[in-house]
Every structure is written in structure tokens, then in C-alpha cells.
């Protein structure tokens, strides 16, 4: 009762009451706080977490008076048990609130902790009276409840929209001290249950106990290492709240926060306004409320209303692009404007040109791509010995009709090349040409590729990797430009190879310099054409940030620069205009599909790719929705920009890139294990990056040397957003029967069988013997006699446990 009309005085009290009552505040709280309008749910997460963290406060403050009066455990039992247990059994709501999505904690997680919780009060310490008087009853008492009236705590102020700091620090640090003690208490009390109560009254409890107390082997590490890992990532987070923001910036949204999902829905929203069915369409995109899952089918009706006709494909985009660049903010010091203000207001000119040019004359133009496999349908790992195997000549052209042939790449990929091959002493001769590379530190960048040809280089990047860079380029014959810092003496340090005075004053940042970038590019080589290329890529949010920065640079190289060429890289996992040619194959494929795919789709783990049309143009859906929207939202800004400069007059290669084993995907063992499987799915086939970089630099070589290649705006095109269709690498997405997004976990399922057979098979036995002991309290007679032979090395276990009181 007592803490009942706590939580109810607590709710009926004011926010700045209330804020008093729990931090003693003197001063008034924030404005939006005290005037924040409650909505039902906060109401009832705050009397929750009131109520839970009242009840578990109450259990540690009177088992320390009964302690410290000199009460038994078994008293002190008596004096908390039944809030405990009411606390501890009121967890289980925290399922339902992440079950029916009142809080963002994953249900599997949550399901998993308060479970482990209510096995060890419900399983062992209500029915074992000995768990009652032992001592590890007070470790779970002290170490729950400090643990829950700090969670509790953290998560109520949340609410309000506050985060103090010492609460902060508690909730990610005291775990380091608690989390041991909590563990073992629940170890030792699952034990004397165990030992005192369970091996009479209930055999088969007594040996799932003992089962869960196995998992305590590997979880209970595990269980302390993902809160450290929460605790780094948190308190990372928090400091990089309170570092000052600058250059470009989410905006702030309704709430006060810089949220992606309401600017990039916003964004879409606006492309889809300028088309035919205006607001109607608009309004379907702001009315998405599961943006995280659902922005694909609005990328989709996004490319099928571009593809009403020319006009409408460029008023979208330009749309999209002016919001974009309207939406989001560039910060310099205490003033915040739009990016597109700012490339207006801060062109001054910050950087200087700086040259490395290599003393090595240039070889032979000659045509090569890397790659090592025999044969096509094979683990992309098989032949990762020989990845830097060079081909050329007849050998390269047989390549490209094998892939082409088995559907790989588009017939106009191979064409293309061959095409290059043809003229490659004239082509791949690049000592006249000027590439800007944004992000020229990028893996998937064609950096060697162009040194390596003779090609005058504009490197933009920070001044660590453009040291690496323009180490790297000592080796190859082409020229390298690179920004200083205006009025900086550069030469001196590049000369007496001093890399640490260099490096402070050279390099830039396009997500805080980008207008000085511009006012630079626009200076380089006055009087040649240039050849822009994005190559950047960020994580997450910082994607979009950069991608709307480098399509800043681009409007504005290209509105003073008439001759100026773009270039993308696309990736294949997009919503494409495709060839009909590969709509066919597509429909083929699966008709072809082999029985056990057809059965795997019946049951749902694999969905048909279909390509759609619009006015006789084929396109296809390939989004991943786990790449998130602002991967996809950062590519869409590329598609705009190119649909709009090569309408412009300006030459635009953007090719797709296939699906490539980077070291930065590899890293991920999700990603490597469906990698590793993915050639089941004809013709899907992954790449390593040196085929990727050597072949995506040839087709931007042919696209901007080629004047018959459909990056050239005199030839027309169907639709401007059909430039993605030419000469695409996409390594079978486009061809394949079942869609990228579902063919992951049968790969994955496979790449593990292959892979790890003999630790599943042994996996298999292990849980053959676990049921049996389970069912009958026997082991099969292999590892009967392992544990007897074994039993010898537990005779200190048994004495300590005697010494700790635990009846084992």
C-alpha cells in the first residue's frame, strides 16, 4: 500500500515537483520538460518504472536495517521476500512492452534476462527453504536491487527527457562490480535448491537445473562483455552529444532531436510531390510509420512514377535534391544554415594546390582486369589464393563472355570492354586527363587504377589518408593534386620527406569544408575538363550527410565548369531500371529453379524476384531492407544528381558495382557466411575488391572516352534514370530467380554446413546425449565413462562447496 500511493502521489505532483522530489533540484528544470505534454504511454512507463524501482529500493534499504540489527537470513527473508518476488515477477511486463513495441529493446533479449531472473526466485528460492537462510541470498538481494533502482532510475529520467550524468554513470559502470556478485548468487542459490530440495522431490528439475547452470559457462562472460561493449558505445554516444556540431548536420526534428527518419521521409516526400499525383503521393510517404522496414516500397513507387516520362523523372529529382540540400544544415561556429546557404556564403578560398608527381614513366596501355577463379559457380573464398591473378588479351575477352554468358554481368558490360581493349592505346593512355576523387581513400575507389594509367589525380580526402595515398602513388607514374591549407609551405616537408609536417596542412573534410572544397575544385587545373567521382562512403547517418555535401561540389563544379563529367558507383542491392534482357533471364532462372528452392519458397524463406515495367521500361526491386534507409537514401541523392547533369549536357558514368568481399563486409560474420553461399543461387556470383576496382575503373574510362557510350548526354536514352541500366556489373542480382534479400539465410545455412561440419556433428551428438540425460538420467556409455574418468578433477569443487555450505 505503502508503495502504491508513493507512485500515485509521485504521477500527481507536477514535473518540476517531481523532478525535486527525485534530485533535490533547486532550480527549476528544463521548459520542455515541466511543460511536456504526458501522453498514456509515458504515463504508464513512468508509474512502472516508479513502481518497480520503489519496490526493489524498499527491498535493499530493509534488508540493511534487518542486517545491520543483527536479523538472521533467514529473518530478512521474511521482512523482503514478498516485495522481492512481486518486483522480480513484475519484469515480465518488460516482454509485453517490447513484444508490443512500447520500449526499442529487442524481445528475444529481454525475453532471455528476466526468464534467467524468474527461474532462480520461481525455480529455486520460493520453494527451498534453504535457499531462504543461505548467504547468497543476500548477494542476489543487494546486487538485484542496486542493479534494478539504477536501471529503473535511468529509465524514468529518460522519460522526461533528461539524462543526468551520475545516474548515467551508474547505470553503464556499476555493472562491473554487480553483475559478478548478482551471477554467483544466482549460481549458489540454484545450487542449494539443487542439493537440498530438488535431486527428492523432483528429479527431472533437478537435471534442467543443471543443464542452465551450464549456460552459465558461456553466458555469464558474455552477459559482462556486451555491457562493457554497451558501456563504451554509451558513453561514446553521450560525449559525441556534447561535442559541438559542425558542418553539415541532420536538422533538428519536432522533438528536439536530429532523428534521420523524419528528414529522410521528408525528402522522398518531396520528389514524390512534384509528380503527376502531387500531394496524394507526398502524403503516402509521411504517412509511413515503420520508416525503418517500409521506406522500400516508397523507393519503388518513387522509380515507377521517374519512369512517367522524362520531364517527370527530372522534376523529381530536382525536387529531391532541392530538399535535400534545404533540409539539412551546415553548422560553423554559433550559426546554422541550410547546406544550399551555406555554398553561397562560405566561399573563400582555404586551400592551396599541392603536386607529388613520380619520376616512373608509364608502361604500355594495355587492358587487364584481376581475377583468380577457374570456374563460375564456385565459394568466392576458393580461390582468394589466387585473387591477384592479372588476365588480359584473349584471356579477358573469354572472361567477359563467360560472365556475360552466365548472367553475371550485362552483354554491354563485355561489349564495353572489349570495345576499351580495342582502343586501348589511345584510351588508357590518361596522362592529359583530370579525375577529382571524393573519397580517394575509399576501397571501391579507382585511385591505382588511374595513377597507374598515367591520369592526373584530385585527391579529397583527410590528411591521414592522403598521406597513405600519396605514398602509394610514389610507385606508380601518374600526378597527384591535393588541397593545403592556404599560404601552408608544403613543398619543403614533401621534399625532405618530413610525413608529420605534412600532414597538418594538407587533407580537408568534406563534411565541414565543402564549400572551401568547392572554391578549390573549381581553381584545379583551370582550363582542362574534369572528371567528379563520389566515391565516399560513412556509416549509418553519416552517409547521407556526406553524399548531400559531395552533391553540393558536384552542382557547383558543374554550374562553373560547363565541361566538367560526373561519376557514380552504384550498388545492385537498389531499386534499378534493368534491361529487358535481364527481366527474360530473371523469369528463366526461375522457371528453372531447382526443387529444393521451390520448396524453400512454399514455406516462405525464399521470395520470387519479379522486375516490373513502366512504359515499356523494366525495373527491379533489390533493396536489403537491413542496409537501413539512409544507405539508401545517400544512393538515391546519386541516381538524382546524375539524372540531372547528364540532362544538363554533362557526361555522366555511374555503373553498378557487384556484391564485393570487402574487409570492412567480411568483418561481419553474417555478411561473410551468406557471401560464402551465395553461388547456389545461379548465376549470383561475389567478388574481391581488386576485380571490383579493376573492372568499375575501366568502364569509367570507357564511359568518359567512349562518345557512343550511354554516358554521353547526345545519346539518348529512354529515361534519364536508364543510365543505370548500361553496363552494369551486378553480379547476378539483377538474373537471379529469388531476391537478394531472402537468398541470404539459405547461403548462410549452407556456408556454415560446409564450413563447420564436424562442430555440428558434434554439436548434434552432444545434444543426443543432453535429451537422454534429461529423459532418464543416464548418458550414453562413450560419454558416461568420459565423466567418470573426470570425476576426480572435481574433488576441490565438492570440498569448497562443502566449506560454502552449498550440498552438492
Request: proline share 4%; charged share 20%.
Amino acid at each position: 500500500k505503502i508503495l502504491l500511493s508513493s507512485v500515485v502521489k509521485l504521477l500527481s505532483l507536477n514535473f518540476h515537483s517531481t523532478l525535486q522530489l527525485f534530485f533535490c533540484w533547486g532550480d527549476s528544470p528544463p521548459e520542455e520538460v515541466r511543460h511536456k505534454n504526458m501522453k498514456p504511454k509515458t504515463m504508464y512507463l513512468l508509474a512502472y518504472n516508479a513502481g518497480c524501482g520503489l519496490g526493489w529500493l524498499y527491498c535493499i534499504v530493509r534488508a540493511a536495517q534487518l542486517l545491520a540489527a543483527g536479523a538472521s537470513i533467514g529473518d530478512i527473508w521474511e521482512g523482503v521476500g514478498q516485495v522481492l518476488m512481486i518486483s522480480q515477477t513484475a519484469m515480465l511486463l518488460e516482454i509485453f512492452h517490447s513484444l508490443f513495441g512500447l520500449v526499442p529493446s529487442p524481445v528475444v533479449t529481454v525475453a532471455i534476462q528476466v526468464s534467467s531472473r524468474i527461474f532462480i526466485v520461481w525455480g529455486h528460492t520460493y520453494w527451498a527453504h534453504e535457499c531462504q537462510k543461505h548467504w547468497s541470498l543476500l548477494l542476489i538481494i543487494f546486487s538485484w536491487g542496486i542493479t534494478e533502482v539504477v536501471r529503473y532510475l535511468f529509465y524514468f529520467t529518460a522519460l522526461l527527457g533528461l539524462s543526468p550524468y551520475p545516474v548515467f554513470f551508474l547505470r553503464y559502470s556499476m555493472f562491473i562490480v554487480l553483475y559478478p556478485s548478482g551471477i554467483s548468487g544466482e549460481i549458489f542459490q540454484t545450487l542449494v535448491a539443487m542439493g537440498s530440495h530438488w535431486k527428492f522431490a523432483c528429479p527431472l528439475w533437478y537435471r534442467l537445473s543443471l543443464l542452465v547452470l551450464l549456460t552459465y559457462i558461456p553466458l555469464g562472460p558474455f552477459m559482462i562483455l556486451n555491457m562493457l561493449g554497451n558501456r563504451k558505445r554509451s558513453f561514446k554516444k553521450r560525449n559525441a552529444s556534447e561535442v559541438k556540431l559542425a558542418g553539415v548536420v541532420w536538422p533538428k526534428t519536432k522533438s528536439g532531436d536530429r532523428s534521420s527518419t523524419s528528414t529522410n521521409r521528408a525528402i522522398l516526400a518531396a520528389s514524390a510531390a512534384a509528380s503527376k499525383a502531387g500531394q496524394e503521393a507526398s502524403q503516402k510517404v509521411l504517412k509511413e510509420k515503420n520508416w525503418r522496414f517500409g521506406y522500400g516500397k516508397h523507393l519503388e513507387n518513387n522509380v515507377r512514377d521517374c519512369l512517367e516520362s522524362k520531364e517527370q523523372c527530372i522534376a523529381m529529382a530536382k525536387a529531391g535534391l532541392a530538399s535535400a540540400q534545404e533540409q539539412f544544415k551546415f553548422v560553423r561556429g554559433d550559426k546554422e544554415t541550410s547546406v544550399a546557404e551555406a555554398m553561397k556564403t562560405y566561399t573563400d578560398a582555404a586551400f592551396e594546390s599541392g603536386e607529388q608527381s613520380s619520376q616512373l614513366e608509364g608502361e604500355k596501355p594495355v587492358l587487364t582486369l584481376t581475377y583468380g577463379a577457374e570456374k563460375l559457380g564456385v565459394p568466392y573464398y576458393n580461390y582468394r589464393k589466387n585473387r591477384k591473378n592479372v588476365i588480359s588479351g584473349l584471356e579477358l575477352r573469354k572472361q567477359l563472355d563467360t560472365w556475360a554468358e552466365y548472367g553475371t554481368l550485362e552483354p554491354d558490360v563485355a561489349e564495353a570492354l572489349k570495345t576499351l581493349q580495342g582502343n586501348q592505346n589511345e584510351w588508357l593512355d590518361l596522362s592529359g586527363m583530370h579525375f577529382v576523387l571524393l573519397g580517394a581513400a575509399s576501397a571501391m575507389g579507382p585511385f591505382k587504377f588511374l595513377l597507374k594509367h598515367g591520369a592526373t589525380v584530385v585527391a579529397v580526402a583527410r590528411s591521414k589518408a592522403l598521406m597513405k595515398l600519396l605514398k602509394e602513388a610514389q610507385e606508380m607514374p601518374g600526378k597527384v593534386i591535393f588541397p593545403v591549407k592556404k599560404g601552408a609551405d608544403w613543398k619543403t616537408p614533401l621534399a625532405q620527406g618530413d610525413c608529420a609536417a605534412l600532414e597538418k596542412v594538407i587533407g580537408c573534410d568534406l563534411l565541414t569544408e565543402a564549400p572551401e572544397i568547392a572554391t578549390w575544385i573549381c581553381s584545379v587545373a583551370p582550363g582542362k575538363p574534369l572528371v567528379v567521382g563520389n566515391y565516399t562512403y560513412l556509416d549509418g547517418a553519416l552517409h547521407v550527410q556526406v553524399a548531400v555535401a559531395c552533391d553540393c561540389i558536384m552542382e557547383r563544379v558543374c554550374k562553373e565548369r560547363k565541361d566538367t563529367a560526373l561519376a557514380f558507383l552504384g550498388t545492385p542491392t537498389d531499386v534499378h531500371v534493368i534491361s529487358s534482357e535481364a527481366k527474360v533471364a530473371m523469369e528463366k532462372n526461375y522457371e528453372e529453379a531447382p526443387a529444393w528452392m521451390k520448396l524453400l519458397e512454399s514455406i516462405g524463406l525464399l521470395q520470387r524476384n519479379k522486375a516490373m515495367e513502366k512504359n515499356g521500361i523494366a525495373f527491379s526491386n533489390c533493396i536489403v531492407s537491413d542496409q537501413g534507409p539512409n544507405y539508401i537514401l545517400a544512393k538515391r541523392i546519386q541516381h538524382w544528381r546524375a539524372a540531372v547533369a547528364r540532362t544538363d549536357g554533362h557526361t555522366v558514368s555511374s555503373n553498378v558495382s557487384p556484391s564485393t568481399a570487402t574487409k570492412s563486409v567480411t568483418s561481419n560474420a553474417s555478411f561473410a557466411a551468406a557471401y560464402g553461399g551465395m553461388h547456389m543461387f545461379k548465376p549470383m556470383e561475389v567478388a574481391y575488391e581488386e576485380l571490383s576496382m579493376s573492372m568499375m575503373g575501366a568502364l569509367l574510362i570507357h564511359d568518359v572516352r567512349n562518345p557512343k557510350s550511354a554516358s554521353h548526354a547526345s545519346n539518348a536514352l529512354d529515361n534519364p534514370l536508364c543510365i543505370s541500366a548500361a553496363t552494369s556489373f551486378h553480379g547476378g542480382v539483377w538474373r537471379c530467380p529469388y531476391t537478394v534479400s531472402t537468398i541470404g539465410v539459405p547461403s548462410a545455412v549452407r556456408y556454415y554446413l560446409v564450413t563447420f561440419w564436424h562442430a555440428i556433428l558434434v554439436g548434434l551428438l552432444l545434444t543426443a546425449a543432453t535429451v537422454q540425460y534429461v529423459a532418464f538420467g543416464t548418458l550414453p556409455g562413450p560419454a558416461d565413462a568420459v565423466v567418470k574418468m573426470l570425476a576426480p578433477l572435481f574433488s576441490p569443487f565438492v570440498a569448497l562447496a562443502s566449506i560454502l555450505r552449498v550440498p552438492l
